[in-house]
Structures are given as structure tokens and as C-alpha cells.
């Protein structure tokens, strides 16, 4: 049994790698401390073949002359080493009647033998011996422990079926995993076999087992688990004894390392749910310790570990995969008591929030991490919590801090997973807009996501015109000197992404009402009355830029004169990047558009698909771009050829792309 001399935990006690074992002090017993036996491993032997010689145990004359190493026989059979028995292929000669493992009395090597059969394997039987006689001693020592390793398990599992007392039942399962522990056989079904052994056992008697000899259960199944996953069987006893034992040191001392292997290595918990409610059961007895929710944060800090980068790429799918079905069956259960019209008395509603707050905390911890974040942010992109989490207000209050974490981050993939995941779908972007269902703030964090997405590649008109329906939220942050509200104007203004005379009147009474906000309209009349100088009719038709031309060179000589009839631009070998396509969409008559080895990408390649709408060539040999900007170039409805050469280009985005008239793609990475 353990000695416990503290049954609680504080979670200033827990060390940066997590490790409970400095803070409390467990006497565990010897047995789950077996010695990993040394000297050379060998792969369990089912089935082989190898010469039999059978001696048989009798005084007679004759029979000592017939066994005598002189009339000595060898025969070769292909031995099985079956589950109850050892049998050969051919049941004939000295294998005809095959040798069971509850007649087996001893297995040893034979030391001294014949100069020409050195390598033997000895089975004692009632009437006799069976001699197996290997090549070597290595094939001669893999039958010895294969051989004992079977008769092992055939022992133990008749014994553990038989057993009868809780004690006897807990002594044999230790004699069980010790044999597995020190057998120098090296296969999957050493460990396996116990498991699943142990699994049909609790089942059967789980109900009669008291917490001591449970306890003995856990410590002897411990060094199994190093290398293991529990079976759903022990999963579901561990489970039993986090809820009916929370503030048991067995929980932090032995459950912890199995937690962390299922969180590192577990690749699929729909096929394993009784190991995640085992996970869900160890967190919800953390977060019963002393400042449990301090404790349960250590955890989740613990399983990204010290350096920058998460080492194990499953944690973070597993630790939101525990807190989506944790959330979902917190108001399966809320609905189901409500249904059920049960009293306060028998619904503890604060132990409910407790464990709601547990798992929303975790995600907390979970985006704070600057590797973790996307991952995060794709996963609960979808929203994939239940109608009745989406509603309650102290859920999406405490789920702000995950959002906002995700929505400051400057990576472009990360914010923009705030959006719909399709179009259509509403994202956290709508959930927290002034006036939906989860703002409570009057629209400080839907400002940040705001402030956040215009400084992305979201300043686009696609982007704009999918937010006009939330005109009434933005200018009212506008006329609360929300910087970010205001550009949003400015930039549907600019853009036209915005239909009807009287509402861009509001919207351009809004910015004047306040003192940025004339700045920022001034500012942007200023650039429209530059836009329709270089819009004016005249200037050159044709236009090749000199060979390593900037971006800042294309910006002033498109602001020296008129450039109304340009239709044809070469930006080749210059070099521009994406940034030069805000001046590129000014060029209203433009149809031939040359950016042959120039570093424009897929913004650019995003902005100039929704405003040149009278391209028809376009030439991108040799630049960045990807699956990702060239899928926006259908809306480019005027575009006939196009040159992909030496770009990295999918066959499935070039199947898109065959409505054009023509399509170069020689020397693509993916054709």
C-alpha cells in the first residue's frame, strides 16, 4: 500500500516541467520499480524450425542403451509455440502428442553436451525431456525465454481467471507484470498481454476490489504504461478512481506520465473516448487541488514545454479535442438536470462553472503560445461548440482572452482564422460585433480584430464589401475615435465597396463628426483627386519599366503625368513586389500586364484580380505566387492568357485555370 503524508496539492508547488513527484512523498512499493534486465533482447518465436530429440525417464537397460548419445536421433519439425501448448506442424515421430505448458516442469539450457550439439534447449516433462537443439546460442537462448515467456502467461491467466480473493487476484497481477518486466523478449504482446489481461479482470471484478487493493492495481500497472497506452478497460478504472479519489496522490504521482504519453502520441481519441473522459476525469482531479486551476494551467504549460517550439506536434489537437467534448458534455449535463427540473440541492451549479472554467482556461494557456496559436485558431475556427455555449454569457466572456490572444497576433494566417471558415459562415469576427449575441464590451475586442485584419491583406475590397452589413457597429466605433473603424471607411469609400448616395453620406458625416476622422477624409480626397489625374486621358499606351525599378520608382512615374490609355505595362526582371499593386489598380485601361521575374506574390495577385477587370494577358513567369492568389484570378473575367511558367502551381489550380484561352505552364514544381 502507499503512505501518503500529503493528500493535497498547491499549484505554487509544481516545478516549470511539471514534476508532482518533488512535492509529495509516495512509498511505492518494489514492484514498480523492477530493474529493466540487461544483455541482449530477443524477438518472441511462434513459430520456427529446429531439430526435437525426446528422451524418456525409464531404469530399463534397453531404454538407457536407446537414449545413450551413441543411438541418439535428431528429427526437424516446425515447432509452435501455441497459445496452451507446444506442437509441430507435423504431428508425427517424437512431436506426436503435443507437450502442454501445465506439463512443462523445467526449461533450462543444457550446459554440457556432445562437441557437435552444443546449443540445446531442455523441457522437462513428467515422462521424460524434449530437447530442441538450436544453430547458436542466441537462436538457442530465444527459444529458452520465448518458451518461459509462454508458459508465463499461460500460468498467469489461469490463475487470475481461478482467483477468487481480491488479494490473491492484486498478487497474481503483480507476478503478471513483473514477468513482463523482466523478460529479456522483446515484442508488443509482452506488455499488451498484461493489459489486456488486467482490462478483463477489472471488468469482472472492479465492484469488489477496495480502494487499497485498487490502489496496488494502479502502482503495479505504472511501469507498464511507460511504453504503453492503457487499454479502454483501465482507462475507464482509472477514470473511476480520478472521481471517486481526486485528491489521491496516486492521481499527480503515477497518472501524470500516462497522461503526457496519451497527449504526445494518442493520434485519435473517437476511437479511444474512454481515454480521453480518463484525461478529462485527471484534469477535473488537478483542478480539486489546492488553487486547482493554477495547477491545471502548469499542465497544459508543461506539455509545450521549455523551448519556443511544442517538440510534440499531437499535444495541441488532443488538448483541444479534451476541451471541445469537456465544454459540450458541461451543457449536455446542464440541459439534461434542467430538463429533469432538479433542485439547486442537487445541482451544484458553482462545482458546474468550476469545471466549465477549467477547460476555457486551458485554451487560455493554449494561445500563449506563439507556435500553438494557428493550430488553435484553425481548430476553433468553426466554432464547434454547442448553440447553448454560444449563448451563455460567462462562456464567451472568459473565451474573449482566447480570442483576443489569437486576434493580436500579426500573422496573417493566425487573425484571419477569426473569420468565417467558408464564405457565408459566420466566424468569431461576427460573434463579437456590437449588438451580437457574445459582445458585452460595447466592441473594444471586435476593435482589435478590426484594427488587427485592415493591417493584413484583408485591406481588400472582397474583404470590405463582406463587411458592409456591419456598417451600423463600425460607425459607431468610428464616432468613438476607433482608429481602425475609421480606416474601414476611408477604405470602402476609396474602394467603392459600398452602394447607395445616402449611405456614403453617412458614412462621410461619421468621419467628419470627429477630429481624426477629418483628418483621415481629407487625406483621402486628396488621393482620389491624384487617382483621376493619372486616370485622365492621355499618355503613353505602352510602358516598360528599366530593369531593377523598385517599387518607390513606379510610384512616381505613375504620379508625373497622365497615364489614362496605358494598356500595356512591363514590369519584367524589375524589382517590384506585391505592394506596387496599389498603384497598379489605378491604371483603369490596362490590358497587358508583364511581372516576369519580379517578386509579386499572392497579395498582390488578391488586390489586382478585384479591381483590373479589363486585363486579358497576364504574365507571372518566374514569381512567387501560389495556389492560394492564383485561385483568385476567376474573377478576373476579361483574362485570356496566361504565363505560370516556373511558379509553383498545382494540378488541381491549373484544372481551374482551363476556361483561359491559353495557359504556359512549362517548368512548374507540380504540373
Known amino acids: 500500500m502507499t503512505t501518503i503524508q500529503n493528500s493535497t496539492m498547491n499549484a505554487a508547488t509544481f516545478d516549470a516541467s511539471f514534476k508532482p513527484a518533488s512535492v509529495v512523498s509516495v512509498q511505492i512499493p518494489a514492484v514498480c520499480k523492477v530493474p529493466v534486465p540487461t544483455g541482449p533482447r530477443h524477438k518472441l518465436i511462434t513459430e520456427a524450425d529446429v531439430q526435437v530429440c525426446r528422451l524418456n525417464h525409464t531404469r530399463t537397460i534397453v531404454s538407457k542403451i536407446m537414449n545413450s548419445r551413441y543411438l541418439r536421433r535428431w528429427e526437424s519439425h516446425r515447432i509452435i509455440l501455441d497459445h496452451n501448448e507446444i506442437r509441430s506442424s507435423t504431428p508425427v515421430g517424437f512431436m506426436e502428442l503435443a507437450v502442454p505448458y501445465s506439463s512443462i516442469e523445467d526449461v533450462h539450457i543444457v550446459s554440457r553436451w556432445d562437441a557437435g550439439q552444443k546449443f540445446c534447449l531442455r523441457i522437462t516433462v513428467p515422462d521424460g525431456s524434449l530437447l530442441l537443439q538450436a544453430n547458436n546460442a542466441y537462436i538457442r537462448d530465444q527459444w529458452l525465454y520465448s518458451v518461459q515467456w509462454k508458459r508465463h502467461i499461460f500460468r498467469s491467466e489461469r490463475l487470475l481467471k481461478n482467483a477468487r480473493r481480491p488479494e490473491i487476484l492484486v498478487k497474481e497481477i503483480k507476478n503478471l507484470i513483473d514477468g513482463s518486466l523482466m523478460t529479456p523478449i522483446q515484442d508488443p504482446s509482452v506488455y499488451r498481454f498484461p493489459l489486456d489481461l488486467v482490462s478483463d479482470l477489472l471488468q469482472q471484478n472492479d465492484e469488489f476490489l477496495s480502494k487499497e487493493l485498487q490502489e496496488s492495481i494502479i502502482i503495479a500497472l505504472t511501469p507498464l504504461l511507460e ?322 525599378s523598385t517599387d518607390v520608382d513606379l510610384t512616381r512615374m505613375l504620379s508625373s503625368g497622365s497615364f489614362g490609355n496605358l494598356e500595356c505595362l512591363s514590369l519584367a526582371f524589375t524589382q517590384v513586389t506585391s505592394a506596387c499593386a496599389a498603384d497598379l489598380i489605378k491604371l483603369p485601361s490596362l490590358r497587358y500586364l508583364n511581372l516576369w521575374s519580379t517578386q509579386f506574390g499572392d497579395q498582390g495577385l488578391q488586390i489586382i484580380s478585384e479591381h483590373l477587370q479589363k486585363l486579358q494577358v497576364l504574365n507571372l513567369c518566374e514569381t512567387p505566387v501560389t495556389d492560394k492568389g492564383l485561385s483568385c484570378l476567376a474573377a478576373m473575367k476579361s483574362l485570356r492568357k496566361l504565363n505560370l511558367n516556373s511558379t509553383n502551381l498545382s494540378a488541381l489550380t491549373f484544372e481551374g485555370l482551363k476556361y483561359l484561352k491559353s495557359v504556359s505552364i512549362n517548368y512548374t514544381s507540380q504540373q
Open 227 to 548: 511504453k504503453n497506452h492503457p487499454t479502454q478497460e483501465i482507462c475507464e478504472f482509472f477514470s473511476k478512481h480520478c472521481k471517486n479519489s481526486p485528491r489521491s496522490t496516486l492521481v499527480i504521482e503515477l497518472f501524470t506520465p500516462v497522461v503526457h504519453r496519451i497527449l504526445k502520441h494518442n493520434t485519435d481519441f473517437g476511437k479511444y473516448p474512454r481515454m480521453r473522459t480518463f484525461v478529462q476525469e485527471y484534469i477535473q482531479a488537478l483542478n480539486c487541488q489546492n488553487d486547482g486551476l493554477k495547477v491545471v494551467r502548469a499542465l497544459v504549460k508543461s506539455m509545450h514545454g521549455t523551448t519556443s517550439t511544442c517538440p510534440h506536434p499531437r499535444v495541441l489537437p488532443n488538448l483541444v479535442a479534451v476541451c471541445l467534448a469537456a465544454i459540450y458534455n458541461c451543457y449536455e449535463e446542464r440541459k439534461l438536470i434542467m430538463h429533469n427540473n432538479l433542485t439547486r440541492e442537487q445541482f451544484d451549479h458553482t462545482e458546474w462553472e468550476n469545471k466549465l472554467l477549467c477547460y476555457v482556461s486551458m485554451m487560455e494557456v493554449m494561445s500563449e503560445f506563439d507556435d500553438w496559436r494557428y493550430v488553435l485558431g484553425s481548430l476553433l475556427q468553426p466554432i464547434p461548440f454547442p448553440d447553448d455555449a454560444i449563448t451563455d454569457s460567462l462562456f464567451t466572456s472568459r473565451m474573449k482572452v482566447t480570442i483576443h490572444n489569437v486576434s493580436s497576433d500579426e500573422s496573417c494566417g493566425v487573425h484571419q482564422t477569426l473569420l468565417g471558415i467558408r464564405e457565408g459562415k459566420e466566424g468569431w469576427f461576427h460573434l463579437y460585433c456590437p449588438g451580437g449575441i457574445a459582445c458585452d464590451d460595447d466592441g473594444q475586442l471586435w476593435g482589435v480584430m478590426l484594427n488587427t485584419l485592415m493591417k493584413c491583406c484583408c485591406r481588400r475590397k472582397k474583404f470590405l464589401m463582406s463587411i458592409s452589413k456591419m456598417l451600423g457597429p463600425i460607425m459607431l466605433l468610428a464616432l468613438r475615435d476607433n482608429m481602425a473603424a475609421m480606416e474601414v471607411l476611408c477604405a470602402m469609400l476609396e474602394l467603392e465597396a459600398v452602394e447607395g448616395h445616402d449611405m456614403k453620406m453617412q458614412m462621410i458625416t461619421t468621419l467628419q463628426s470627429t477630429c481624426e476622422g477629418k483628418r483621415m477624409y481629407a487625406q483621402l480626397c486628396e488621393r482620389q483627386i491624384a487617382i483621376k489625374e493619372i486616370q485622365q486621358k492621355g499618355g503613353p499606351k505602352k510602358l516598360t519599366l528599366p530593369s531593377k
